[in-house]
């Protein structure tokens, strides 16, 4: 799907890496007028120098008119306010979406009206540098951009989302919203608590005079990578997806405490097993690969026309690792039960297991002839 299908200008709110990325990609795309917009002293300038933007705005408000598509590039900890803000400016059909990685505290922060034009995003992407002058065009390709939809969230502008998302060469993946914040939690957010401790704790150890950090390997500096990564960023992160975070780390603890018991009485047989099991559930993450090609098949669905329906059909097959190439929704004309969802789904055995899971949820689905 072409991002020319938007029908219309994109705002940027935030024009640093990710923003200034998406505009570069937005633009060989096809999309002829990005307007960006953003506090940081000279940061649009340079946005629109790089060739990022097409306009260089004042202010949120100028920024999204007549835009079809906003796009909340703000710090973590600013997102629920600058959506609002840009739902408040925006016309009635235009959807705004974020890039951020903590989606219930937004979700939260809005009206169940305010959920209609709003969906969600999270690009899985970046970078170890900052800002407009490091954005890439091709910084999507290939990486997962999750969607985040409500039973509110209107299908015509998720799927106008969805478009967008697909024409940067990412791959839209919708999840529920809490979902995707215990998964950020473990996979991301941990991780970089885990390493900034080992740091602290690595810094502040020299027995006998010997400095741990002299003495560490190359294990020590890949597992510590990310420490101590944007500070401010990264405590925003951690209290925007507090309660998930606040989970896993108390997971983690639980598993250290495994291990502690474990030394305490000896048990060579329970280490072997705890390290056997990693070593299993790493060859499981090497070895993976997303299916993102194969044969496309449409799947036809029968949906009655109510709210939440495309969202929890989409969101059902981003559970299950089915990627969604495309997808179209005809709403039920006044004299028909039913209108129909085409679906478009990729990989081997995507089709079957896209309509068990469809029917599992009452509706009747069928791959197209």
Known sequence: MAAAGLGGPVALIGVGL???????????????????????EGAVDDALTRGAITRACNDVADAV???????????????PEVVRAALRAADDDAVVTDVGSAKSMVLAALTPVERERFCGGHPVAGGERSGVANARADLFA??????????????????RIHG??????????????GVHDHLMALVSHLPHVMASALMRQAAGTAP???????????SFRDL??????????????????????LAETQRHRAELADVEAALERGDRAW?????????????????????????????????????????EIATALGHAHIN?????????????????????????????RAIELIAARGFRATAAG
């Open 324 to 352: 969604i190439e495309d997808l179209h929704l005809s709403p039920a004309r006044p004299d028909e039960p039913f209108g129909r969802l085409e679906v478009d789904v990729a990989g081997d055995g995507a089709a079957a």
């Open 65 to 79: 008119e007549g835009a079809r598509a906003v796009v909340v590039c703000a710090p973590v900890g600013d997102i």
């Open 18 to 40: 990710i923003g200034g990325s998406l505009g570069l990609a937005l633009r060989q795309a096809g999309v002829a007028d990005i307007r960006g917009v953003d506090p940081a």
């Open 271 to 311: 280490l072997e097993e705890f390290f056997g099991a990693a070593a299993t559930a790493r060859e499981r993450l090497v070895a993976q690969e997303e299916v993102t090609g194969g044969e496309v098949v449409r799947v036809m669905v029968e949906v009655p026309n109510r709210p939440g329906v495309l969202s």
């Open 164 to 177: 967008m998302v697909s024409s940067v060469g990412a791959i839209p993946v919708a999840v529920d919203a």
């Open 224 to 245: 510590t990578r990310v420490a101590g990564a944007n500070p401010r960023l990264w405590a925003d992160i951690l209290l925007g997806n507090r309660d998930a975070v």
């Open 208 to 218: 006998q005079g010997r400095e741990a950090l002299r003495s560490a390997g190359p």
């Open 142 to 159: 290939g990486a997962t951009w999750f969607l985040t939809p409500t039973g509110e969230t209107r299908p015509e502008l998720l799927r």
